[in-house]
Nanobody, 122 residues
Framework: QVQLVESGGGLVQAGGSLRLSCAAS????????MGWFRQAPGKEREFVSA????????YYTDSVKGRFTISRDNAKNTVYVQMNSLKPEDTAVYYC???????????????WGQGTQVTVSS
């Protein structure tokens, strides 16, 4: 069964950094685009970043450009997002997702992780 497991969330002060990881199983990992989404209390789930099955092809939402970096290691079946210069407005549950389409919407993705909480204090 396909499983995506996020890790690396936690509590950090504004200006700090976190790196989230998402390990995938039961996937031919290199054939899937991987995305990160987040959902803050009272808000809709929003796209954060994605990386295609071909390394080097990436998308970022405007609010994280220059601060977040997505990467993948196909040999480890893992996708990462390095989050620097964190702001309180980055506080959310972060979800990783896998899909056969490289896109910016939730509908582009088939499989989802359980989410990991990121809390940024001021």
């Amino acid at each position: 069964q396909v499983q995506l497991v996020e890790s690396g969330g936690g509590l950090v002060q504004a200006g700090g950094s976190l790196r989230l990881s998402c390990a995938a199983s039961a996937l031919t990992f290199s054939n899937y685009a991987m995305g990160w989404f987040r959902q803050a209390p009272g808000k809709e789930r929003e796209f954060v970043s994605a990386i295609s099955w071909t390394p080097g092809n990436t998308y970022y939402t405007d609010s994280v450009k220059g601060r977040f970096t997505i990467s993948r290691d196909n040999a480890k079946n893992t996708v990462y997002v390095q989050m620097n210069s964190l702001k309180p407005e980055d506080t959310a549950v972060y979800y990783c997702a896998a899909g056969r389409r490289f896109g910016k919407s939730a509908g582009d993705y088939l499989y989802w992780g359980q989410g990991t909480q990121v809390t940024v204090s001021s």
